[in-house]
């Protein structure tokens, strides 16, 4: 079955300086990756995704992602961060074969200071 | 578009009382997803529907949670007998249907059961 990985409980940044958040994956086939955001008292809202194609793929308030195969990896990437960024951050993955279902990694609390 | 529509947004009951949560998914999306959230546990996904068809509940606790989607725009989660420890935000989220399409969240129902 697939499986995400959050390794980071919590990461802290400077605001103006670049995030990065983490995110391992386990599939037996093609992942389809996904980075969503919560902010608190609301629901999750979606970031953005790879499906195919580019590697590096772009999404919502300036954040982007990068696929690498090799390291089973889906990085979630900001080049300066900003303070209204600091919320909670899911990654998760779907694997073909497994319907439409989404496993969610544990996600990551992002903190961005003044 | 409204998004998903999801009712109430909060819920207080006592232990033994009878819980419905609802949720209207956007117009024209073929899936439909319950998810619960809590601290220890994270994000879960409870059961989703395929064109108002059930596929998997294997994450529903227990027999006191059943869920019906009747038709396409309305779906209910119900807790009978509601225990303290049912106490979550519960989301609904809706898709249009491919593999590589898009999860939108509700805003949740903060459920607390004293």
Same mark, same amino acid.
């Given at each position: 079955?697939?499986?995400?990985?959050?390794?980071?409980?919590?990461?802290?940044?400077?605001?103006?300086?670049?995030?990065?958040?983490?995110?391992?994956?386990?599939?037996?086939?093609?992942?389809?990756?996904?980075?969503?955001?919560?902010?608190?008292?609301?629901?999750?809202?979606?970031?953005?995704?790879?499906?195919?194609?580019?590697?590096?793929?772009?999404?919502?308030?300036?954040?982007?992602?990068?696929?690498?195969?090799?390291?089973?990896?889906?990085?979630?990437?900001?080049?300066?961060?900003?303070?209204?960024?600091?919320?909670?951050?899911?990654?998760?993955?779907?694997?073909?074969?497994?319907?439409?279902?989404?496993?969610?990694?544990?996600?990551?609390?992002?903190?961005?200071?003044? | 578009?409204?998004?998903?529509?999801?009712?109430?947004?909060?819920?207080?009951?006592?232990?033994?009382?009878?819980? *419905? +949560?609802?949720?209207? &998914?956007?117009?024209?999306? %073929?899936?439909?997803?319950?998810?619960?959230?809590?601290?220890?546990? @994270? #994000?879960?996904?409870?059961?989703?529907?395929?064109?108002?068809?059930?596929?998997?509940?294997?994450?529903?606790?227990?027999?006191?949670?059943?869920?019906?989607?009747?038709?396409?725009?309305?779906? *209910? +989660?119900?807790?009978? &007998?509601?225990?303290?420890? %049912?106490?979550?935000?519960?989301?609904?989220?809706?898709?249009?249907? @491919? #593999?590589?399409?898009?999860?939108?969240?509700?805003?949740?129902?903060?459920?607390?059961?004293?």
């Amino acid at each position: 079955a697939q499986s995400v990985a959050q390794p980071e409980d919590q990461v802290n940044v400077a605001e103006g300086n670049p995030l990065t958040v983490k995110c391992t994956y386990s599939v037996s086939g093609n992942p389809y990756l996904f980075w969503y955001v919560q902010y608190p008292n609301r629901g999750l809202q979606f970031l953005l995704k790879y499906i195919t194609g580019d590697n590096l793929v772009k999404g919502s308030y300036g954040f982007e992602a990068e696929f690498n195969k090799s390291q089973t990896s889906f990085h979630l990437k900001k080049p300066s961060a900003l303070v209204s960024d600091s919320a909670l951050y899911f990654c998760a993955v779907r694997e073909f074969w497994d319907g439409n279902k989404l496993v969610f990694g544990a996600g990551t609390i992002l903190r961005v200071k003044s | 578009d409204a998004g998903v529509i999801q009712s109430p947004r909060h819920e207080v009951t006592e232990m033994g009382q009878e819980v *419905t +949560l609802r949720c209207k &998914p956007i117009s024209g999306h %073929d899936y439909l997803f319950w998810y619960r959230q809590t601290m220890m546990r @994270g #994000l879960e996904l409870l059961i989703y529907f395929n064109n108002n068809v059930p596929i998997d509940d294997s994450g529903m606790p227990e027999d006191r949670f059943s869920a019906k989607m009747p038709n396409a725009s309305f779906s *209910t +989660l119900k807790i009978q &007998p509601s225990e303290p420890r %049912d106490s979550a935000v519960y989301f609904c989220a809706s898709q249009p249907g @491919g #593999l590589g399409d898009t999860q939108y969240f509700g805003p949740g129902t903060r459920l607390t059961v004293l």
